[in-house]
């Protein structure tokens, strides 16, 4: 039985250079013409989440700073068959924050800290997105079948575990 190989993605560099993320990174970047999505994920965006995340916990932003080390945990070593996987199970976790958070001021009335946390977590959660949208218009990402099925939480082992870890960085799980 043949086991099936999956091609891990590559942009151009032009394209990667004309994203603005990482521009003087890539100005030095070996002369190869286009770039994996693995080594990218590594070399740029893990490390690039990495000081965002120092610069949040120097200001005792510890909310704003949760979400983006979830994403550093799944980018920094990722399996090259799950990179994609991974890649959308951050998007979907930040896009149901975005969600979450831009509702929960007006669910309930939230006091001054509580409020100023919820904004936090919502500012890092578009943030991330917008960097996650970035990463796959630029290597032209498309979502596997299986995480286009209802059940993909059961079904998608790197979904499943990235939601699970989720919902322990929360407290949502213990």
């Known amino acids: 039985m043949e086991k ?11 394209d990667l250079r004309s994203t603005g993320y990482f521009f003087d990174e ?6 190869s013409p286009d770039m994996d999505l693995t080594t990218y994920c590594v070399s740029f ?5 990495v ?3 120092e610069s949040y916990d120097r200001l005792a932003h510890f909310a704003k700073s949760r979400i983006l080390k979830l ?9 090259d068959d799950e990179i994609v996987d991974s890649i ?13 958070a831009g509702k929960a001021d007006f669910a309930v009335p939230l006091d001054k800290s509580e409020s100023f946390a919820n904004r936090q977590k919502l500012q890092s959660a578009e943030f991330l997105v917008k960097l996650l949208v970035n990463i796959i218009k630029t290597f032209r990402l498309a979502e596997s079948s299986v995480n286009l099925r209802k059940t993909d939480e059961s079904i998608n082992p790197v ?7 989720w919902g ?5 799980i213990s």
């Open 4 to 14: 099936l190989v999956m091609e891990i993605p590559h942009a151009p560099l032009k």
């Open 26 to 31: 890539l100005k030095t970047y070996p002369a």
């Open 45 to 49: 965006v893990a490390p690039h989440l």
């Open 51 to 53: 000081k965002v995340c």
């Open 71 to 79: 994403a550093i945990q799944y980018l920094s070593n990722p399996k």
């Open 88 to 100: 959308f199970g951050l998007w979907r976790v930040a896009v149901s924050e975005v969600d979450r």
């Open 159 to 165: 979904f499943k575990t990235i939601i699970e870890s």
């Open 168 to 172: 322990i960085l929360e407290g949502k």
